[in-house]
């Protein structure tokens, strides 16, 4: 292939404003251990709206284009990117440059498009998958017959991660912010969605018998939420949060901590090495992928916008409405 004479598209961002233009520039070139990708589809995530604002700097590293992750052909491959071929269809997670119609990826962050997926449903994947795994797998080593609660379940992490749990054997409960939501997230797998803006998630949960029952909380709101997850923990309890949307700073008895000896941790995806993330598409493919090639588990897309509609995208992500992933199709 010959990049020297071929233009990427890509979004960029006016520093000043943060207002997003689309630019054409050089097509990237793999390095040893990474794949070029023809993008047909990208996945929009809340770190990229926090990037976009300055809130959010990529790694020294990475490519200064949002986008975390990707779908498409292999177009070029490095000396040492494995097996990959030419030609293969791969979603993946990129170090950054997915809003564009080509990205590179390490070739250990890239998965096969499972049978029947399309690409924009592939795109919904790399990310949401990681994260799930990686926190409630990985750190929260969640276990068969563990009762498991979700925050932001129509998140696109929110709804991979009820069923990924609930196929794993958890006993899955979440929250969202609409009552039609929360019906099509118990649909989903989980055993009762709880409307946090006209229910009490610890009252309703209390109630359900399940007061220092939870095994493991899956958090990306923080602030008010901090203390009811430390109440509704079980004895041995692992609390994972991934973001602070309610935010970072909060009054906290933490009695609970001590009397029930519980894990309260916390991580980033993108801040781990490629390494790290490697064995996490390991043992993804080892875990999950199964049921993803049989239909078990499929991503909720929310919308699919062209990629000069990306404002409209971030806007209706900043929004809140929606459920499951909002794409970029190239």
Same mark, same amino acid.
Request: net charge negative; aromatic share 6%; with cysteine.
């Given at each position: 292939?010959?990049? +020297?004479?071929?233009?990427?598209?890509?979004?960029?961002?006016?520093? &000043?404003?943060?207002?997003?233009?689309?630019?054409? *520039? =050089?097509? =990237?070139?793999?390095?040893?251990? !990474?794949?070029? @990708?023809? /993008?047909?589809?990208?996945?929009?995530?809340?770190?990229?709206?926090?990037?976009?604002?300055?809130l959010y700097p990529p790694p020294?590293?990475?490519?200064?284009?949002?986008?975390?992750?990707?779908? *498409?052909?292999? !177009?070029?491959?490095?000396?040492?990117?494995?097996?990959?071929?030419?030609? $293969?269809?791969?979603?993946?997670?990129?170090?950054?440059?997915?809003?564009?119609?080509?990205?590179?990826?390490?070739?250990?962050?890239?998965?096969? /498009?499972? +049978?029947?997926? +399309?690409?924009? &449903?592939?795109?919904?994947? =790399?990310?949401?998958?990681?994260?799930?795994?990686?926190?409630?797998?990985?750190?929260?080593?969640?276990?068969?017959?563990?009762?498991?609660?979700?925050?932001?379940?129509?998140?696109?992490?929110?709804?991979?991660?009820?069923?990924?749990?609930? #196929?794993?054997?958890?006993? /899955?409960?979440?929250?969202?912010?609409? $009552?039609?939501?929360?019906?099509?997230?118990?649909?989903?797998?989980?055993?009762?969605?709880?409307?946090?803006?006209?229910?009490?998630?610890?009252? /309703?949960?209390? $109630?359900?018998? %399940?007061?220092?029952? @939870?095994?493991? @909380?899956?958090?990306?709101?923080?602030?008010?939420?901090?203390?009811?997850?430390?109440? %509704?923990?079980?004895? &041995?309890?692992?609390?994972?949060?991934?973001?602070?949307?309610? *935010?970072?700073?909060?009054?906290v008895n933490f009695a =609970?901590?001590?009397?029930?000896?519980?894990? %309260?941790?916390?991580?980033?995806?993108?801040?781990?090495?490629?390494?790290?993330?490697?064995?996490?598409?390991?043992? #993804?493919?080892?875990?999950?992928?199964?049921?993803?090639?049989?239909?078990? @588990?499929?991503?909720?897309?929310? +919308?699919?916008?062209?990629?000069?509609?990306?404002?409209?995208?971030?806007?209706?992500?900043?929004?809140?409405?929606?459920?499951?992933?909002?794409?970029?199709?190239?």
């Amino acid at each position: 292939m010959n990049t +020297s004479t071929s233009q990427c598209r890509f979004v960029a961002v006016d520093p &000043e404003h943060h207002h997003l233009t689309i630019e054409t *520039g =050089p097509i =990237p070139v793999p390095g040893e251990n !990474e794949v070029l @990708i023809k /993008v047909h589809s990208a996945g929009l995530n809340r770190a990229d709206l926090l990037q976009r604002k300055g809130l959010y700097p990529p790694p020294q590293d990475a490519s200064p284009v949002m986008g975390l992750e990707v779908a *498409g052909t292999i !177009e070029a491959v490095g000396n040492a990117a494995g097996s990959w071929q030419v030609g $293969d269809k791969v979603c993946a997670l990129t170090h950054g440059g997915g809003y564009a119609n080509y990205a590179v990826a390490p070739a250990g962050q890239c998965m096969p /498009v499972p +049978s029947g997926f +399309s690409q924009g &449903e592939a795109a919904a994947l =790399p990310e949401a998958l990681l994260t799930v795994w990686h926190n409630i797998f990985q750190r929260a080593g969640l276990k068969p017959g563990e009762k498991v609660l979700i925050h932001g379940g129509a998140s696109g992490i929110g709804t991979l991660g009820i069923m990924m749990s609930t #196929i794993m054997g958890g006993e /899955v409960y979440t929250t969202a912010g609409t $009552d039609e939501k929360c019906r099509a997230l118990e649909k989903r797998g989980a055993l009762r969605a709880i409307n946090y803006k006209t229910e009490d998630f610890e009252e /309703v949960l209390t $109630d359900l018998g %399940l007061n220092n029952k @939870i095994n493991v @909380i899956l958090d990306m709101i923080g602030g008010n939420y901090i203390q009811k997850n430390l109440n %509704l923990a079980a004895a &041995e309890g692992r609390i994972v949060n991934i973001a602070y949307m309610g *935010g970072f700073k909060a009054e906290v008895n933490f009695a =609970p901590l001590l009397m029930k000896r519980i894990t %309260l941790t916390g991580s980033t995806l993108r801040a781990q090495t490629f390494a790290q993330k490697t064995v996490m598409v390991e043992e #993804i493919m080892e875990h999950i992928f199964p049921h993803l090639e049989n239909g078990d @588990i499929k991503p909720i897309i929310d +919308s699919i916008y062209p990629l000069d509609q990306v404002e409209q995208a971030h806007g209706h992500m900043e929004g809140g409405q929606h459920m499951g992933k909002i794409i970029l199709k190239m």
